[in-house]
């Protein structure tokens, strides 16, 4: 599992400039091929931070700023960057000389139109930046002025990978398009070539990418594409990835089965690369429908049996561990144990006491998940001790893209089942945002997150844990337990492929 000690960031408000690096020379080559578990909804960044996107569209797109091994936020497209006293205004001074795929400099316009479009179709980004501005003021030089301080602006920036850059004329061309841009034109060591669906994504090699010169650091520094090109190719059934890196016709298979692990770690010939998956999760359809019911909520947390849906969606105890904090105990800015008593009680008994006092009398509860394999046990499981509980159960399951879409309205599902990633931060957990899924809406716990933001990175810190345990006593959501996952791949023929938060493509070689 990760064994590294990672050290969380606060505020960053000092200038900080990285220095441009010229045109890698190297001698680059080969295809890589890579197994990949789902296809996914849309390669437009800005609309989504689901992982299928981000972590193909990061080869081919970029942002202002990013994050480095210690998850801290450091300029990248921007060469530095400057705070003002009151963190209510940011000045972006832009490197020079960055070329887009299409062949024009990027330019303080180019990131003006991005980020303003950033606003407009990004849930989180609109929440966040409501009332801020982003003004061009020099060919290199953006301003972000908000009309209040956030504790957690920068890293909004560099998380997830959604503020990306595009050209000017993409971002006008995509208009109120409801498909989003129909360009997928970035700064980054990848170009994007073709997406066939059901079948692959082709991306390759950018000869005219500008990298940074600095250590390689998380998804910061040195990013150098050292294969022509690269083929995501989608391919849903685990075991069909995993003989497919044993055949020789994918170099790299992601996100295997645990159940496979054994046998590909002792296996001389593969590389495996272990990561945090996130935490897995059901979160709660609060708008409508029985859960809108806080003891009905309470029910379903009180007698779950966590330790039994991990083991049975997870089989080796490598790849989960019971843990009530919304955080990983690496994040030790973060890291709390408020509330814990609310998690992990395995109480049948209480449990159907509280559906009783509810008054439920045997609604139809639809338990929503994407089919991907340990998300549908995980629903498995808990359809089935839920309806030990006394409860009609129905599990609806559909491609990723699908369930993507289905769980934005309220009507289709009281309880959505997946992993969360990992959150630098907790203030931007997607269920303290009342106006998207889940539509969380107590004032109290809301409250407590609008302070976390508005105050001072010690100021949030001193107020995190008060607010977790007012988050379990809300329920939201109910958190299972964490989460780790494996890809594996040829250590014969691919060198230098590693996971941070997700999967690096660059700085990758392939040898036939």
Same mark, same amino acid.
């Given at each position: 599992?990760?064994?590294?000690?990672?050290?969380?960031?606060?505020?960053?408000?000092?200038?900080?400039?990285?220095?441009?690096?010229?045109?890698?020379?190297?001698?680059?080559?080969?295809?890589?091929?890579?197994?990949?578990?789902?296809?996914?909804?849309?390669?437009?960044?800005?609309?989504?931070?689901?992982?299928?996107?981000?972590?193909?569209?990061?080869?081919?797109?970029?942002?202002?700023?990013?994050?480095?091994?210690?998850?801290?936020?450091?300029?990248?497209?921007?060469?530095?960057?400057?705070?003002?006293?009151?963190?209510?205004?940011?000045?972006?001074?832009?490197?020079?000389?960055?070329?887009?795929?299409?062949?024009?400099?990027?330019?303080?316009?180019?990131?003006?139109?991005?980020?303003?479009?950033?606003?407009?179709?990004?849930?989180?980004?609109?929440?966040?930046?409501?009332?801020?501005?982003?003004?061009?003021?020099?060919?290199?030089?953006?301003?972000?002025?908000?009309?209040?301080?956030?504790?957690?602006?920068?890293? &909004?920036?560099? @998380?997830? /990978?959604?503020?990306?850059? #595009?050209?000017?004329?993409?971002?006008? $061309?995509?208009? *109120? =398009?409801?498909?989003?841009?129909?360009?997928?034109?970035?700064?980054?060591?990848?170009?994007?070539?073709?997406?066939?669906?059901?079948?692959?994504?082709?991306?390759?090699?950018?000869?005219?990418?500008?990298?940074?010169?600095?250590?390689?650091?998380?998804?910061?520094?040195?990013?150098?594409?050292?294969?022509?090109?690269?083929?995501?190719?989608?391919?849903?059934?685990?075991?069909?990835?995993?003989?497919?890196?044993?055949?020789?016709?994918?170099?790299?298979?992601?996100?295997?089965?645990?159940?496979?692990?054994?046998?590909?770690?002792?296996?001389?010939?593969?590389? &495996?690369?272990? @990561?945090? /998956?996130?935490?897995?999760? #059901?979160?709660?359809?609060?708008?409508? $429908?029985?859960? *809108? =019911?806080?003891?009905?909520?309470?029910?379903?947390?009180?007698?779950?049996?966590?330790?039994?849906?991990?083991?049975?969606?997870?089989?080796?105890?490598?790849?989960?561990?019971?843990?009530?904090?919304?955080?990983?105990?690496?994040?030790?800015?973060?890291?709390?144990?408020?509330?814990?008593?609310?998690?992990?009680?395995?109480?049948?008994?209480?449990?159907?006491?509280?559906?009783?006092?509810?008054?439920?009398?045997?609604?139809?509860?639809?338990?929503?998940?994407?089919?991907?394999?340990?998300?549908?046990?995980?629903?498995?499981?808990?359809?089935?001790?839920?309806?030990?509980?006394?409860?009609?159960?129905?599990?609806?399951?559909?491609?990723?893209?699908?369930?993507?879409?289905?769980?934005? =309205?309220?009507?289709?599902?009281?309880?959505?089942?997946?992993?969360?990633?990992?959150?630098?931060?907790?203030?931007?957990?997607?269920?303290?945002?009342?106006?998207?899924?889940?539509?969380?809406?107590?004032?109290?716990?809301?409250?407590?997150?609008?302070?976390?933001?508005?105050?001072?990175?010690?100021?949030?810190?001193?107020?995190?844990?008060?607010?977790?345990?007012?988050?379990?006593?809300?329920?939201?959501?109910?958190?299972?337990?964490?989460?780790?996952?494996?890809?594996?791949?040829?250590?014969?023929?691919?060198?230098?492929?590693?996971?941070?938060?997700?999967?690096?493509?660059?700085?990758?070689?392939?040898?036939?």
């Amino acid at each position: 599992m990760i064994t590294k000690s990672r050290k969380f960031f606060g505020v960053f408000i000092t200038a900080t400039t990285l220095t441009m690096g010229s045109v890698a020379a190297y001698a680059a080559g080969g295809t890589l091929n890579v197994g990949y578990d789902s296809q996914p909804a849309t390669l437009d960044a800005q609309s989504t931070t689901v992982l299928f996107t981000r972590e193909i569209s990061r080869t081919f797109y970029e942002t202002l700023v990013t994050l480095n091994e210690e998850y801290q936020p450091v300029p990248h497209l921007a060469e530095s960057i400057n705070a003002s006293d009151d963190r209510k205004t940011y000045t972006f001074n832009l490197r020079q000389g960055v070329m887009f795929h299409n062949g024009e400099e990027m330019k303080s316009e180019d990131v003006v139109a991005s980020m303003n479009r950033w606003m407009e179709v990004n849930s989180g980004a609109r929440r966040f930046f409501d009332g801020s501005t982003f003004e061009q003021t020099g060919d290199y030089t953006v301003v972000l002025t908000m009309p209040e301080a956030k504790v957690d602006t920068l890293h &909004v920036l560099a @998380s997830w /990978n959604s503020a990306v850059i #595009m050209p000017k004329e993409v971002v006008d $061309g995509a208009g *109120a =398009d409801e498909n989003g841009v129909k360009e997928f034109i970035g700064t980054g060591p990848f170009k994007f070539v073709e997406w066939r669906q059901d079948q692959y994504v082709h991306v390759e090699r950018n000869d005219n990418y500008q990298s940074l010169n600095s250590a390689s650091s998380g998804f910061s520094g040195q990013m150098d594409a050292m294969v022509d090109e690269i083929y995501f190719r989608f391919v849903p059934d685990t075991a069909t990835r995993a003989a497919g890196l044993q055949s020789g016709q994918y170099d790299i298979a992601m996100r295997l089965s645990s159940d496979d692990f054994p046998r590909f770690d002792s296996n001389p010939n593969i590389g &495996v690369a272990t @990561s945090y /998956n996130g935490f897995l999760m #059901m979160n709660y359809n609060n708008k409508e $429908g029985v859960f *809108a =019911d806080l003891k009905m909520r309470q029910a379903v947390n009180t007698g779950i049996n966590p330790t039994e849906i991990l083991q049975g969606a997870y089989a080796n105890e490598e790849f989960y561990e019971l843990n009530a904090s919304y955080n990983i105990k690496d994040q030790t800015d973060w890291y709390t144990t408020s509330g814990d008593e609310f998690y992990n009680q395995n109480d049948p008994e209480k449990a159907k006491a509280l559906l009783a006092e509810a008054g439920y009398d045997g609604e139809e509860v639809i338990l929503l998940v994407a089919n991907i394999s340990d998300w549908h046990t995980a629903a498995i499981i808990i359809q089935a001790q839920l309806q030990n509980l006394g409860m009609n159960v129905k599990i609806e399951a559909y491609d990723f893209p699908t369930y993507g879409q289905r769980r934005l =309205d309220s009507a289709n599902y009281d309880i959505a089942i997946q992993p969360f990633s990992l959150n630098p931060i907790p203030t931007q957990w997607i269920f303290f945002n009342p106006q998207t899924w889940g539509w969380t809406d107590d004032a109290e716990l809301l409250d407590m997150v609008s302070q976390m933001q508005n105050g001072s990175i010690e100021e949030a810190k001193a107020l995190w844990p008060a607010a977790h345990r007012r988050s379990w006593e809300y329920l939201p959501i109910t958190k299972i337990g964490d989460t780790f996952t494996y890809s594996a791949y040829n250590s014969q023929k691919v060198q230098g492929f590693t996971t941070f938060d997700q999967s690096i493509f660059w700085n990758v070689s392939v040898s036939e």
